[in-house]
């Protein structure tokens, strides 16, 4: 009921092909399908040890549907090092991040909407998901080409569109765990266990979670004008779970749990998994805001993720010692609007300028 | 009348300033205020070349006006080796271009014309001016903090913004030497001693010469609604002078002398010196277009730059050697239309979707 | 009685000067010669903050002679980033480590002290020291020039070698505390609050604490030949102060208070600072052995760094997701003797043959 | 009679195989067996073309014996970019060159004789070799694990061993063709056409060429002692041809004639393929010296590769726009003795220290 294929997403320059594995596991019950995909940045591979422990735990559940697995999904990314790190949120050649490289919508929803009967929505839904994959694949046929980037995001994304539900597993740098939620599927977000949600607008910046959700949510506003009121036919998410660099197979197995509990709720499973009882923070995704260093210095970060902090209270320590006789050594970063800080930079030695911080300002309980 | 000053465009991580030295030329004459910088991209090093031997010219013409000379203008892009060569052309930490970082134009520009007298243009130019340095002032006080590339970007552009005339100069990888000319100052293209020219929409994505060109563009159209045929205050462009990683010395001295050349025909200079005669090709900013590699290859490049090509026309070869018994060791990449090649990617390696070539289609003669 | 004065290291391809600050600190009783620098590889910065507080603490000692503290000693390798980490520690142009460029002793001792008076012992050190500080300064003046690595440790040698006691701080990458010690300074392992001692057999490859102690161990022995038993008179330590990337005030605090207990054994301070009680492991430098990575793999480190653990111990788990149906995802690492994993590397992504731990074997007790 | 087989050569982080193809090229006759291997430094590709266009014309030749051909040694190397250019002259994690990783004899080569007839030289010559194998196996087993690059060069080292000539491919970085050439092979210099030859002695110090002949040349020096004159049973030699980054297939078939010139000369084929008349140059391995730059600065290189240049001569003009009241913008960089430059470095910005040039001194006509 496990199965394996594998995709090639590119080519290096010795001609060995870049290849990714797919899983597939069902338990011959129908139901959704849902597509799960980890590591498109390469430092962010807790994701894999939470697609094996789902796995491990699917096996006792009654699954209804099928679950995709792409683990390791960015081999590039994945293996390009730069002294001992993984060098892999952008294309080193480029600067371009992997994961804003799918393909947007260019289709004229409203026009093609006109040339379908509305009688049947669910072949509207089944014709309209055609189109986009094929749409995608004619993307990947292009005469000049593709980026190195499109071809690995555009394959993911032909894979992933054929599916209900898709969740694309990141970490931050330094990072509490945190949920980019589309707006119009907030309700999902009390139901996986993360405390930060990230309340995102129904717009597409080339994302894998935006690709996926934004044309369903174009159709969904159309037909709503025509007073049809019709669900989203696929549900897409992006859950940062946790630190990059860093594998904890215990971690994993909790966040295991945290998606068996939204697929439950999405009734892919029968097993009684319930959200955990928890403070849930949310705020719009233009209230996240980054907090840059003032300036050049290394940095004693002292900040409690996930947790809210008032205005002026200590984020940092700034340790500078250029001129021990004149200035301060060490001066305090803070924080410029209540906040809830969910992220710091990875290294200890910043240069003016760079992210700190992420925090979420006007945040709310959900 | 070769005055120096140095700014401060941002703060190592030891606590060293970056500081950019910025020469201001003179002969005591009225006239138009010329700002030239180079090296935005760290590897792009011809331009500080180019900036020498144009203020060595400097010197024995009558100059109206006053030249402002910034070279080695990022001094962290420059800096910033990765093996033996630059790897300046985006942060190292973030992956953004360079010059992708400088402010767009917030000001409601309609709104605010409205409140003006349009008696006396003059004194709108004037206030707009002033208004447009404010902004960026104003910028770089943000609570939150900057970009690292933004500190860089946006005293640079305070600088650019007081002057009328604005060159930023670059180079390509393996490149010919091209013009980026915004639309509305397409006259100017043929002024410069360059072969081909993109003709860029009135419009801001992030780069310095459209960062100060397009808001005296907004302003220009506004009044035009009001039947005010006013002149562009700003001019700007981008001059890519052949390679990255090469100074030149008698190349640079060429380039100097067709700046020379456009800073004649804006009346800057009162030498006889007039542009090359040559043919010119240019082609709308959209018909430049990106062709990538088809497959990881070793690549011997053989068209030949600046020149038309026929589509089919071999462009490179490829090789690969995967396996010989099987594969053909070389193939060829044609031109998928009718194109000159403009540049070629640096490198002899590359991964399927590097972008291998920049061609202009559709050109025409100007 | 805190000075400051800036020395010159090196000079960028944009022309500024890289600089380090010097500060020396003393109260006016005569006493040994302190030389302390941190953070020579650019990732390694909690030696600034020891620095800092050993500083700090100083004020409230009893200081005999003079403490020199170099904090931020290689500001190319600290402002070097590759994506969001420091790329600190080797020459990104060449490979090599900066702390392996230091200048080896090429002066012929056996035939110069053929040439001194033994009678004044003292007389032949001091001019002994003279010979070494003149050689390093000739070698700062070849005419085929040096490279960048030496124009930074030959200077900050120099400085050193005019110091009797040299301390370098260091971390590893994920690591607890650990000392290089030379063998004929076993006995002041001790005196540090550290508990894995590498004991450096009495050569010279390349770094600064062989720079410093091994022209006087061969002094030393020639002049044991000579019936004179004389002291060393430069005593050298590297000493590893936890993970880099990290800052901890806390920690750097302990630390120098560990540095004082040193300094206190040696009549620097005369305060009543001892050495913590703790288990102290040592081993020889041959039997400090690197384990390399088996296979491909993501890493859950496992083993508990500065203890003891037996021979096929679990060190740590690697995942594998290739092929699940017919390989098993998790394979465990075992440690191939009893020993005292001492560090293990930053990233929990490893190629083949990556160094994922060290560790000391034949250890002892001390 | 072209027959192809891959051997692994390492695995990455992502679990997918580092795979190398191995072509083996005979006509059916007997004959020395040779091995010619390119790109073990990433970004030197030119090797590839070569050995394309050598096989190409080894099909119109008489062959003798037979050629095992190693394109792409090292794709870790090769398919590592950092910006447009590949990072591919040492372990991005370690810094450590991948050419600096062969395996050292650790035989004791003279207690081993004593053990032989030497009667038969040939059986000691097959039974030398076949330790020699097998020692690098036994390597290849370490129950600590070997390095990344160790997996990479032992493997191509155990397959090297099992040839009788092995020609290893590089470039410089901008260079001239020079030859890599063992003292006690100097006979052999004048049959390639390369015109810059370093003489080696017969050390070994980690590089394929000294990993091959070096064992062999121990033997025969100890043979010697017995009054044997016994004949190198291995030669090994680096070729430089040109430069990286770059693919010239026309230069490419020039180096295959050169090559062929060779074995012609150890009767490989029967062709009648002559070495070209040209004036080479020779000089120890010491006498070929690093000129490094004397400060940071844009470079405008001037020497003319492979031509003898007199003491004092301008080899480069360095750019500096810190201060141009009061510093020069240029300076120039003198050959600091009579030498031949035989390359240059590749980037036109550096640092101070940077190896701008490499040069034969005390160099002889051959």
Request: contains cysteine; negative net charge; hydrophobic residues 40%.
């Amino acid at each position: 009921m496990l199965s394996i294929e594998t995709i090639q997403v590119g080519e290096l320059a010795t001609g060995q092909a870049l290849t990714v594995p797919i899983y597939r596991y069902h338990q011959g019950r129908l139901g959704p399908k849902v597509y799960l995909q980890a590591n498109v940045h390469g430092a962010e591979v807790q994701g894999n040890a939470v697609l094996l422990q789902l796995l491990e735990r699917l096996k006792s559940c009654t699954l209804n549907g099928e679950v995709t697995i792409v683990a390791l999904a960015n081999p590039m990314g994945i293996n390009q090092k730069s002294g001992e790190f993984t060098l892999g949120r952008f294309d080193p050649i480029t600067g371009v991040n992997w994961n804003r490289q799918y393909l947007g919508n260019h289709i004229d929803v409203q026009h093609w909407l006109k040339q379908q009967s509305l009688n049947d929505i669910e072949a509207v839904y089944r014709d309209f998901r055609e189109l986009l994959v094929e749409e995608t694949h004619a993307a990947l046929q292009s005469s000049w080409g593709l980026t190195t980037g499109q071809h690995l995001c555009y394959r993911l994304q032909a894979l992933a569109q054929q599916h209900d539900l898709v969740i694309d597993l990141h970490t931050g740098p330094k990072s509490t765990r945190h949920l980019y939620c589309p707006k119009v599927l907030a309700d999902a977000a009390s139901t996986f266990n993360i405390g930060c949600v990230l309340m995102m607008p129904n717009e597409f910046s080339g994302a894998m979670d935006e690709a996926c959700f934004h044309p369903w949510w174009q159709l969904k506003q159309l037909l709503s004008q025509q007073g049809i009121d019709a669900p989203m036919a696929v549900e897409a998410f992006t859950l940062e779970l946790g630190s990059q660099e860093l594998i904890d197979l215990k971690a994993a197995d909790d966040d295991a749990l945290g998606i068996l509990s939204y697929l439950k709720y999405k009734q892919v499973i029968d097993d009684d998994i319930q959200p955990e009882r928890m403070t849930r923070y949310a705020c719009e995704l233009k209230d996240y805001r980054k907090l840059h260093a003032p300036k050049g210095a290394m940095v004693e970060y002292h900040a409690t993720l996930g947790v809210p902090h008032k205005q002026g209270q200590v984020l940092a320590k700034l340790l500078s010692m250029e001129n021990l006789n004149e200035q301060p050594a060490i001066t305090e970063l803070h924080a410029p609007a209540d906040a809830i800080p969910v992220l710091h930079f990875a290294s200890a030695a910043v240069h003016q300028g760079t992210e700190l911080f992420k925090l979420m300002t006007n945040y709310y309980e959900i």
